[in-house]
């Protein structure tokens, strides 16, 4: 880390990484992408964005990253996971390939597009622990957290209301308090955007945790 500057980079292989790339820079990282073994040695902190889990999950074997990133993980470099991002630091997926691999290090329970398909898609403000004001979250083809460890800081919750309207897709049950947004250290994981709304202040607060475990 140079100074106060955190150089967080955005996993390359797929997905929404130029959004992520933005967002950082506006919330006063030095962001950079990272595609790999060599890049992710130079990073303080690392965004693995949405897109498709069960891609990115292949590529990052592929290519020979996905025990690399274990091993960053298990030294404890930060990580936020957005969406597909999510997934790939759950510890257990549900609905997933049998194939599927992830880096893991957060001690939840994730189901896979548990929010719909694409046409499900919708937005919503969220109260999230940390931040002040609700927080206009992005939900596409999202997954949620089923359950969580002992050690694990659940940050936000939706209110899940049949019918469809703003809240959730048509068709999914009412009154569940569902798992949107964690923190297990310096793991984070929501699965909603915050780098699709212009709102800086989740990866702000992802860029303070990343100096206070610098």
């Known amino acids: 880390m140079t100074g106060a500057t955190p150089t967080i ?20 990282a030095a962001a950079v992408p ?26 990052a ?18 990580m936020y996971g957005s969406c597909a991002g999510m997934i790939m630091l759950a510890d257990e997926v549900l609905d997933a390939r049998p194939d599927q691999e992830t880096v893991g290090g957060l001690s939840m329970v994730v189901r896979r597009n548990a929010f719909g398909r694409q046409v499900d898609s919708f937005e919503t403000d969220v109260d999230v622990a940390g931040l002040d004001g ?6 596409i083809r999202a997954p949620w957290v089923e359950s969580v460890g002992e050690q694990v800081d659940v940050l936000a919750r939706v ?24 923190r297990q ?25 990343v100096r206070q475990y610098a």
């Open 9 to 28: 980079g955005v996993l390359s292989l797929q997905g929404d990484v130029r959004e992520h790339l933005v967002a950082l820079a506006d919330a006063g």
């Open 34 to 59: 990272v595609g790999t073994a060599e890049q992710l040695e130079a990073i303080d902190a690392l965004v693995i964005p949405g897109g498709e889990s069960t891609t990115m999950s292949m590529l």
């Open 61 to 78: 074997v592929r290519d020979g990253l996905l025990e690399p990133l274990r091993a960053a993980r298990a030294q404890g470099m930060p």
């Open 134 to 139: 609700p927080f206009p979250a992005v939900f």
């Open 159 to 182: 209110t899940l209301t049949a019918g469809g309207g703003s809240a959730v897709p048509p068709g999914t049950a009412s009154g569940a308090d569902t798992i949107v947004a964690v």
């Open 185 to 209: 250290g310096p793991f984070v994981a929501t699965s909603f955007h915050p780098e699709l709304t212009g709102d800086p202040r989740f990866h702000e607060m992802f860029v303070r945790i």
